[in-house]
């Protein structure tokens, strides 16, 4: 492209929102051929919500109440979680039960150290209940996994089936709970508990130890998917382009998230760790594609650094904006489509 034609193709870009970081990138934009966005706080708000507390009935599963098959009970066995209504566990729960807001408050207050959206969700959501979140006594990040803290003398983790069975914890119990709060398109995660006093003994005594874990109850977040996600994915479709999803959270989040927005199931690549986000798009480039990574936090900047373009979104982390070659100034995935109309238009001019 001349120099003249480049310079209209940034400034009408500029005047939409749409920072190319120089002449060349304007000029690749147009060869891309596949979009991969990340999922939360790009194709979503990426303001979580509490929208579930279930309690599981870990006395029970203990001591093997029910039929005692395979040794756990199963969720939909289970009188306070059944017909999957948060709302009434409380008024089933035995007095030497935990109730939701007891399972609530464990959470919050273990999330009270993290700064994860879907931790501010939860003490958020506790609080709005009229729950007192306290400190935790000690706290632990998981990245891409979860949180471990110490509440009221006790370990507390909350998190995803990976976290609980590194712990040595067993999720399946809460299988059917966590796969219909999922194919709803939330993040549910498990909430578990083990005394102190067994869990340091963790390392030194090997399998025994792991009958200490409790699971003590389910919470889910849920996002919103942006308004304009869904036609941001059919334009592009339209244009020729394959859309994809790259996503932490969840296999059957995503694919619902997915759905929603009008992404191939097919295309969705979840359960992907913050430190893998760039082999991701560096795999799917192996395949030959020319890809763009649209994404707005501080994870997705090693994929942008990657992708053949990387775009940041939205006010987004200055990390983001930073590593992108494109920056979009508004919240709006329809500015993709337009980023890429912009480079095709001012290079066919010159052509
Ligand atoms: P994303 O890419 O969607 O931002 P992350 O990589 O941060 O996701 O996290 C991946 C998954 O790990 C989440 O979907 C959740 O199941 C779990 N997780 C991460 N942080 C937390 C947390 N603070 N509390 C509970 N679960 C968490
Ligand atoms: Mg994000």
């Known amino acids: 492209a001349t120099p003249a034609a480049t310079m209209v193709g940034t400034t009408i870009g500029a005047q939409n929102g749409v920072l190319f970081k120089g002449g060349d990138i304007l000029e690749r934009a147009k060869d891309v051929d596949t979009v991969v966005f990340d999922k939360t706080g790009t194709l979503t708000e990426g303001e979580m919500e509490l929208t579930d507390v279930v309690v599981f009935d870990s006395v029970a599963s203990e001591t093997q109440r029910t039929d005692g098959a395979g040794g756990s009970v199963d969720a939909d066995d289970n009188p306070i979680t059944d017909g999957g209504g948060a709302t009434d566990g409380g008024q089933l729960a035995a007095p030497d039960r935990l109730t ?22 939860i003490v958020e959501g506790a609080k709005a ?46 299988a059917a709970t966590m796969e219909r709060l999922e194919s709803e398109g939330k993040t549910a995660m498990l909430v578990a508990m083990r005394d102190s006093e067994r869990s340091e003994n963790r390392d030194a005594s090997g399998d025994q130890p792991r009958a200490a874990g409790k699971l003590l ?4 977040d849920a996002d919103t998917v942006k308004e304009s996600a ?43 760790l913050p430190e893998d986000k760039s082999d991701a798009v560096e795999a799917i480039q192996d395949e030959g594609r020319r890809a763009m990574m649209v ?31 494109v920056t979009l100034m508004r919240n709006d995935p329809l500015d993709v489509v337009k980023a890429i109309r912009i480079s095709d238009a001012t290079l066919a001019k010159i052509q």
């Open 100 to 121: 939701e807001d007891d399972v609530l408050r464990l959470a919050a207050t273990a999330e009270h150290g993290s700064e994860h959206p879907l931790a501010r969700a």
């Open 129 to 174: 209940r009229g729950i007192e979140v306290s400190d935790p006594e000690n706290f632990e990040n998981v990245p891409g996994h979860g949180v471990r803290a110490t509440v009221e003398g006790s370990e507390v983790l909350v998190g995803n089936r990976k976290l609980l069975r590194d712990e040595g914890i067993d999720p399946s119990p809460a």
């Open 217 to 220: 109850g389910v919470v889910a």
């Open 230 to 272: 869904k036609d941001a994915v059919s334009a592009l479709r339209a244009r020729g382009l394959d859309v994809m999803m790259l996503t932490g959270d969840n296999e059957r989040t995503a694919r619902a998230v997915a759905e929603q927005v009008g992404i191939d199931p097919a295309n969705v690549r979840a359960e992907v």
């Open 295 to 325: 994404g707005d936090g501080v994870n997705d900047a090693p994929a942008l650094v990657v992708a053949y373009v990387g775009c940041a979104i939205g006010s987004g982390t200055d990390v983001a904006i930073e590593a992108a070659d």
